[in-house]
């Protein structure tokens, strides 16, 4: 890992919630399971790609 | 080997694609041959209003509304109960529920819910409860069988006139930051 993937992880789950809360509040998509479940678990996935692919910073 | 070489771009995908099929796959519908419409604010509902699209339209911002309601069931309603409840991801939050024995086997009901003792049920100001879009899931069981019903409700509003709104906004801002400043490579400032 070249990036920070406890960062990444914790932060993708809270992104996810976040996200999943915002398109309620704009009554895009209800709390679902996808939504409430699935969209933090890709957030992880998301954190955990972008710790290992570290695209920002020093090379 | 080539396919684990591209694994980032892959997985970017998949997680683009999870994102663009949530909102495809978000269904309500009724089984068991039960009816209802209910008029709000002079906007008639069926059960056809039933997607996210397409919502039932609580407008929680005007006072004085009435909903007026119907419904029936198409079997024999004896010994009858059922309940309704939000859902929140894969649990259901009960809201309300009804039952009774029903002797004289009234297979039909109507009437009338005023908006403003909706609102009063909440804890809260009227300015805090939450807006969007709710999935509501209910259940009717009686002697002659059974009905499941979800239904999209929407609360009518701006998000970010509510605290809860605006903590969103802020959160997910802040959250996409934070995930953004995982893509830096360690030891850099």
Redesign the interface.
Known sequence: M????V??II??L??GL??A???????????????????PV??V???I??????????? | MRLIRHWKPLLFASALLTLMWIPAVAHASVTGGCTGSVVIDGTTYTPANDSAANPIVVPIDKSGVVATWEGSVPFANTNHHGSIGIVVGPWDINIADWGGANPDDTRSANGTYSLDEFKDQFPVAESLIPRGLYELSGTHTADGGTCNAHVMVKIEGNPLSSPLGIATVAGTVITGLTLLGSAFRKGTP
């Open positions: 070249k990036g920070r993937p960062l990444g932060s993708g809270l992104f976040f996200v809360l915002l398109l309620q509040q704009l009554a895009i998509v209800p709390l679902t399971t996808l939504t409430l479940i699935g969209l890709v957030g996935v998301l954190g790609a972008l710790s290992a692919w570290a695209p920002l910073g020093r090379r």
